[in-house]
């Protein structure tokens, strides 16, 4: 009965996979992956909760996705590049980092600049969540003292 459900939700899976194309790991892993995560959520549904299966499985392939990709990121100290700040003032703002800020407070500002949550950075870097906290909170807050919110 498992591989018959599985059958039935192969679409679904491909489709949610597809928006993860860009991530760097081939399609056919993240399909597999998220076969897994089928696999591993079909028997732990519940009916009488109120969600649909196909929600519960949409969110749990959706998460399993997320977590390999971050799992095979390559941390990469390039300077971020969303900040949604004309370059000049982007430009302006690395470059102040950078120099006020030790190295190990640079690196947690582009990790989290990047995207990692304050414990994968804390994990990468060897350090506690509050430590990764406090330190991202003095380098915003010169930023915002700096140039402006």
Excluded: H
Excluded at 10 to 26: L, W
């Amino acid at each position: 009965m498992q591989n018959q459900n599985i059958e039935q939700y192969k679409e679904m899976v491909k489709i949610i996979a597809a928006k993860y194309k860009s991530s760097g790991i081939e399609q056919e892993d993240l399909y597999q992956e998220g076969y897994l995560a089928v696999l591993k959520a079909l028997p732990t549904f519940e009916e009488g909760k109120g969600a649909k299966i196909e929600t519960y499985l949409s969110t749990c392939i959706n998460n399993r996705l997320i977590d390999v990709i971050r799992k095979n990121k390559t941390i990469e100290l390039v300077e971020p590049a969303a900040i949604n700040q004309p370059d000049y003032l982007l430009n302006e703002i690395v470059s102040m980092v950078k120099k006020e800020f030790s190295n190990n407070e640079y690196k947690m500002w582009v990790l989290s600049n990047a995207g990692f949550s304050y414990a994968e950075i804390a994990q990468k870097l060897g350090v506690d969540s509050k430590t990764v906290d406090n330190k991202l909170f003095k380098i915003k807050k010169k930023i915002r003292s700096s140039y402006g919110e």
